[in-house]
T-cell receptor
Framework: AQSVTQLGSHVSVSEGALVLLRCNYSSSVPPYLFWYVQYPNQGLQLLLK??????LVKGINGFEAEFKKSETSFHLTKPSAHMSDAAEYFCAVTDLNTGNQFYFGTGTSLTVIP | NAGVTQTPKFRVLKTGQSMTLLCAQD?????MYWYRQDPGMGLRLIHY???????AKGEVPDGYNVSRLKKQNFLLGLESAAPSQTSVYFCASRLLAEETQYFGPGTRLLVL
């Protein structure tokens, strides 16, 4: 069975500081990994995805994530936080065997302090 | 191109009442999904469909039924609503050959 663990349900950073949101996955086969962002009272929007190509993936709004198979991790980073980055972030996983189903983490709420 | 739309946006039900949530997509996507989002639990898959006329159970299917009579629509039904079904419901869709899901804006359901 697949699963995703997001460490830290709440993360606070100062404006201009590094953003690091952690995601670890469990999958017995090569996974596809995703980061989605959810702004208040909205649906989820794709930030970036890993689908077995380059291990360092760049997404929208200056975010990037690195797939590390040895650590079963897919952490999301952004060098300099902006006030508009305040949102809920979800990591998700699927694979080639159960490609019809996606498994989401419990989410990390990011607060940006001015 | 409206993407994924959900109807209604908000609804209040009494315990035991029934209702249907409608999801519509205009992107000709094969796959459609229904999720529920609860605080501290992320998104959990209720049911999904891989094409017109086919549906399958997800992680938390009990108390819900679905139908996909047309490719563009995916209906989620609650036959007898319970307070435990108070949640925010999201619909998503994707192409067969593409991994990215596109989400609707959500439906907030309160069951009293």
């Amino acid at each position: 069975a697949q699963s995703v663990t997001q460490l830290g349900s709440h993360v606070s950073v100062s404006e201009g500081a590094l953003v690091l949101l952690r995601c670890n996955y469990s999958s017995s086969v090569p996974p596809y990994l995703f980061w989605y962002v959810q702004y208040p009272n909205q649906g989820l929007q794709l930030l970036l995805k890993y689908t077995s190509a380059a291990t360092l993936v760049k997404g929208i709004n200056g975010f990037e994530a690195e797939f590390k198979k040895s650590e079963t991790s897919f952490h999301l980073t952004k060098p300099s936080a902006h006030m508009s980055d305040a949102a809920e972030y979800f990591c998700a996983v699927t694979d080639l065997n159960t490609g019809n189903q996606f498994y989401f983490g419990t989410g990390t709420s990011l607060t940006v302090i001015p | 191109n409206a993407g994924v739309t959900q109807t209604p946006k908000f609804r209040v039900l009494k315990t035991g009442q029934s209702m249907t949530l409608l999801c519509a997509q205009d992107m000709n996507h094969e796959y459609m999904y229904w999720y529920r989002q609860d605080p501290g639990m992320g998104l959990r898959l209720i049911h999904y469909s891989v094409g017109e006329g086919t549906t399958a159970k997800g992680e938390v299917p009990d108390g819900y039924n679905v139908s996909r009579l047309k490719k563009q629509n995916f209906l989620l039904g609650l036959e007898s609503a319970a307070p435990s079904q108070t949640s925010v419901y999201f619909c998503a869709s994707r192409l067969l050959a593409e991994e990215t899901q596109y989400f609707g804006p959500g439906t907030r359901l309160l069951v009293l």
